[in-house]
Nanobody, 127 residues
Framework: VQLQASGGGLAQPGGSLSVSCAAS????????IGWFRQAPGKEREWVSFISSRDGRTYYADSVKGRFTISRDRAKSTVYLQMNSLKPEDTAVYYC?????????????????????WGQGTQVTVSS
């Protein structure tokens, strides 16, 4: 299994960027995909999640209404569209996948619950 994160880059405050996570060796029908981010000197935090079976989406309060997660099952790719970017969105963004059963409903917020991780892609929001 491999997760290849790409996209990102530099945007001005209020601008938009998109990051992608291309998965190989797994099918999105059976694996939920989460996006996390980590800013310098801070802990990795959960950003968004899309479930495997029904494609239900979830967002951290800090990005709700600005970010949109989506997937293309035929391409085994998950996207994170980021609009109205703020300087505090600056971080390395990681995608992660897991296909196992979990004991609690909000497991997707916990980075320790994921089996596979991508390498990360830098997003910088600055004027």
């Amino acid at each position: 299994v491999q997760l290849q994160a790409s996209g990102g880059g530099l945007a001005q405050p209020g601008g938009s960027l998109s990051v992608s996570c291309a998965a190989s060796g797994l099918t999105l029908d059976y694996y939920g995909i989460g996006w996390f981010r980590q800013a310098p000197g801070k802990e990795r935090e959960w950003v968004s999640f899309i479930s495997s079976r029904d494609g239900r989406t979830y967002y951290a309060d800090s990005v709700k209404g600005r970010f949109t997660i989506s997937r293309d099952r035929a391409k085994s790719t998950v996207y994170l569209q980021m609009n109205s970017l703020k300087p505090e969105d600056t971080a390395v963004y990681y995608c992660a996948a897991d296909g196992s059963d979990h004991a609690y409903s909000r497991w997707y917020r916990d980075n320790s619950e994921y089996t596979y991780w991508g390498q990360g892609t830098q997003v910088t929001v600055s004027s």
